[in-house]
């Protein structure tokens, strides 16, 4: 005789709701990403182009963020681009929490032939990289904003935001070890980020079969240097950290404003900047060639986008 006992209905689970919300929301996902590659684009050629500038003897001094900021603002389309890019860069700090938060491309990692991305180690390593990268894009937007508002005016420097931080940090009973771990995690970014340029699987991130092969073989290879300079840059950070936490002066750590112009200050300062100026105009390129290719495709259970 068979069973009046009614069928057990299986609520869906807080994970699976927010699967559904996100497929609902594909296309603003992609939307919101893509709007933050792009302003991350254009922060990165305003730097490396005042840098490139610098090199060549057009401008005094290389700067960083909040120096190229400040400078774009003296003009009234300048003001509409720093606009644009504190909109940018609020919105990649959403998609950066998504990715941090949510790991939607855990299934993309997955599937990757590297047996190290599928690590759990690797995984965290990438949602806590993620988290940091959307509270330096919040420091960047708050600072942005506050110069637009009139708050403050970005410091003289831009290191002084670093200093600021160093000087706190060792102020601490342990205060040089975390600052140095500081540099440390700096330092290994910045040799990680090397490493990418030359291993990236970029037809994997990117939508690049798209292209012709000419072009296609340009944005690698511009991608490739892009990528590898910023890991230079960082590297450098690192290593300026790294000397204020055992020197305990936090007047020697450096931003990206102060490793442009040790770079600048060295014998053959003006070759070396501008070789890392094109870097970081590069890595704007790549930025670029993000917003446009990357692969974001929000699929139901799981956005199914590659790590890039």
């Known amino acids: 005789m068979p069973s009046s006992a009614p069928e057990t209905l299986t609520r869906p689970s807080i994970r699976q709701r927010v699967d559904a919300v996100l497929h609902r929301c594909r296309s603003w996902i992609a939307l919101i990403a893509r709007c933050g590659y792009t302003a991350r684009a254009i922060m990165y050629f305003l730097i490396g182009g005042l840098a490139v500038l610098a090199a060549l003897g057009q401008d005094s001094r290389a700067t960083g963020v909040t120096g190229a900021l400040r400078r774009t603002l003296t003009s009234l389309p300048g003001k509409g681009i720093v606009a644009f890019v504190v909109i940018g860069l609020t919105a990649h700090a959403l998609w950066s929490l998504l990715l941090a938060f949510r790991d939607p491309e855990r ?76 540099g440390v995690g700096m330092g290994l970014f910045g040799v990680a980020e090397i490493l990418r340029g030359y291993r990236a699987r970029l037809d994997e991130m990117l939508r690049l079969a798209e292209l012709a092969p000419k072009p296609r073989w340009v944005v690698t290879l511009i991608s490739r240097l892009g990528i590898a300079a910023r890991g230079i840059v960082f590297g450098l950070i ?18 990206l404003g ?51």
């Not at 997955?110 to 940091?132: H, I, K, L, M, V």
């Not at 690192?238 to 931003?255: E, F, H, L, N, Y």
């Open 107 to 182: 299934r993309a990692r997955t599937r990757s032939q590297d047996p190290a991305a599928r690590t759990p180690a690797a995984r965290f390593g990438y949602r806590f990289a993620r988290f940091f990268e959307a509270l330096v894009q919040v420091v960047i937007v708050a600072g942005a904003v506050g110069m637009v508002t009139g708050w403050t005016d970005g410091g003289p420097e831009d290191e002084s935001n670093i200093e600021r931080w160093s000087a706190t940090l060792l102020s601490f009973p342990l205060g040089p070890f975390l600052l140095g771990g500081i």
């Open 238 to 255: 690192g290593v300026w950290i790294i000397a204020a936490a055992v020197t305990t002066d936090a007047r020697t750590a450096k931003g």
């Open 258 to 308: 102060g490793a442009l112009r040790s770079l600048q200050a060295q014998p053959a300062g003006p070759l070396l900047l501008s070789i890392v100026a094109a870097g970081l105009v590069a890595y704007g390129t790549y930025e670029l060639a993000r917003a446009r290719y990357r692969r974001i495709q929000p699929a139901t259970g799981s956005l199914d986008v590659c790590p890039a």
